[in-house]
């Protein structure tokens, strides 16, 4: 299995307040990226990163904002929690975005109440 | 843009029989197409690829998948499964942006 973790595992948070999720890779990849899974609608790309700060948006990218500092760290950050933005969070990794292949995290579970 | 559809939202097969799910995409060109599984409270698993050359690849697990491109499709297929083959499956294709665009996913439950 790819070396990636997701921290924290499950999270519950209030409106408002600000989140960081954080993805840690072992594997030194430079391609990051950030998904929200919800039921119906498989994984949809959150924001991505093609190298340390390098990053750009994916298809529900508003209320979201990521950052790269280091190859082994992508954070996503939830500036100011919605209920909408309970979900499921996936991190993947990939070693060539030409080849597609993406390796996933085990996932984090945010709820907002 | 590329788009994904996984026809059947829940399947209910019996162990030992064979599964088959659906996966039809859109695309001008040939693209990079995937299969995943996602067990209960898991990440997703890669379980096999496609690129180009042999049509019929495969993956982990005893699946193997089919890409036909007169029919825009990429099922996967398992000869029998096994209760540990209860897991959400979805299908995934990587055409011209360098992003993967996923399925809504298929839910395999096994009876005994």
Redesign the interface.
């Known amino acids: 299995d790819a070396g990636?973790t997701q921290s924290p595992r499950h999270k519950v948070t209030e409106t408002g307040t600000p989140v960081t999720l954080r993805c840690h890779q072992t594997e030194n990849h430079r391609y990051m990226y950030w998904y929200r899974q919800d039921p119906?609608?498989?994984?949809?790309?959150i924001h991505?990163s093609y190298g340390v700060k390098d990053t750009d948006k994916?298809e529900v990218s508003d209320g979201y904002s990521v950052s790269r500092s280091k190859t082994e760290d992508f954070l996503l950050t939830l500036e100011s929690a919605t209920s909408s933005q309970t979900s499921v969070y996936?991190c993947?990794i990939s070693e060539s975005?030409?080849?597609?292949?993406?390796?996933?995290?085990?996932?984090t579970r945010l709820t907002v109440t | 843009a590329q788009s994904v559809t996984q026809p059947d939202i829940h399947i209910t097969v019996s162990e030992g029989a064979s599964l088959e799910l659906r996966c039809n995409y859109s695309y001008g060109a040939t693209p990079y197409l995937f299969w995943y599984v996602q067990s209960p409270g898991q990440g997703l698993q890669l379980l096999l690829k496609y690129f180009s050359g042999d049509t019929l690849v495969q993956g982990i697990k005893g699946f193997e998948a089919e890409f036909k491109r007169s029919q825009s499709s990429f099922n996967l297929r398992k000869p029998s499964v096994h209760w540990s083959d209860a897991a959400e499956y979805f299908c995934a294709v990587g055409a011209g942006d360098y992003k993967l665009s996923f399925g809504a996913g298929t839910t395999v439950t096994v009876r005994a």
């Open positions: 990636i119906g609608h498989g994984l949809r790309l991505y994916g996936f993947a975005r030409i080849s597609y292949e993406q390796y996933f995290g085990p996932g």
